[in-house]
């Protein structure tokens, strides 16, 4: 299994950014999948997940309105598009399978965003 | 959906036996068996340690285990090894079919 994120990097306070996870070694369709982040000296926080189709979503309240999480199957990839970002957004954001009962089987090492002027 | 509760820190010595406690409420840890722990060592990808309260996926040593009373769950890590030193975290889902993680805890093995 190899979960590779991409698209972190420095973006000022109020725009916007798109993560995305290339996902390999298992099957895509089988499986919800998550991001989770970590901010700078805090823990884990999860932000959404999606079920297999994309029918549906979960955000954290912290996010809400603001982060869209998405999928494309056919091309094994898991997408968070970002708006409205702010200071406290800024975070190492980690893509996960939610492969076994509401828990997370496999990471990837995460992309850093950083939100500042 | 506030974090659960965990304690900051723990230590213990090679061999000695060390718990973590974990916890939430009526609408998370204390509503279902789907929690899990993490392992997280700084810089590298969290690694699941357990999962459905009790479970470890392959790999896991037996050392590790997990155990869950009304709202408080607990990781046990039995014979501690230098290697077990790291952060450590509690999962739960939700009843807003969310999950949430609890603050973190920091694993020394003196």
């Known amino acids: 299994v190899e979960l590779v994120e991409s698209g972190g990097g420095l973006v000022q306070p109020g725009g916007s950014l798109r993560l995305s996870c290339a996902a390999s070694?298992?099957?895509?369709?089988?499986?919800?999948m998550s991001w989770v982040r970590q901010a700078p000296g805090k823990g884990l926080e999860w932000v959404a997940n999606v079920k297999q189709d994309g029918s549906q979503k979960y955000y954290a309240d912290s996010v809400k309105g603001r982060f869209t999480i998405s999928r494309d199957n056919a091309k094994n990839s898991l997408y968070l598009q970002m708006i409205s970002l702010r200071g406290e957004d800024t975070a190492v954001y980690y893509c996960a399978r939610d492969g076994l009962a509401a828990a997370l089987t496999d990471w990837g090492r995460g992309t850093l965003v950083t939100v500042a002027s | 959906q506030s974090a659960l509760t965990q304690p900051a820190s723990v230590s213990g010595s090679p061999g000695q036996s060390i718990t973590i406690s974990c916890t939430g409420t009526s609408s998370d840890v204390g509503n279902y068996n789907l929690v899990s722990w993490y392992q997280h060592h700084p810089g590298k990808a969290p690694k699941l340690m357990i999962y459905?309260?009790?479970n470890r996926p392959s790999g896991v040593p037996d050392r590790f285990s997990g155990s869950k009373s009304g709202n408080t769950a607990s990781l046990i890590i039995f014979g501690l090894q230098p290697e077990d030193e790291a952060d450590y975290y509690c999962?739960?889902?939700?009843?807003?079919?969310?999950?949430?993680f609890g603050g973190g805890t920091k694993l020394t093995v003196l």
């Open positions: 070694g298992f099957t895509f369709t089988r499986d919800w």
């Open positions: 999962s739960s889902y939700t009843t807003m079919s969310t999950q949430v």
């Open positions: 459905e309260v009790t």
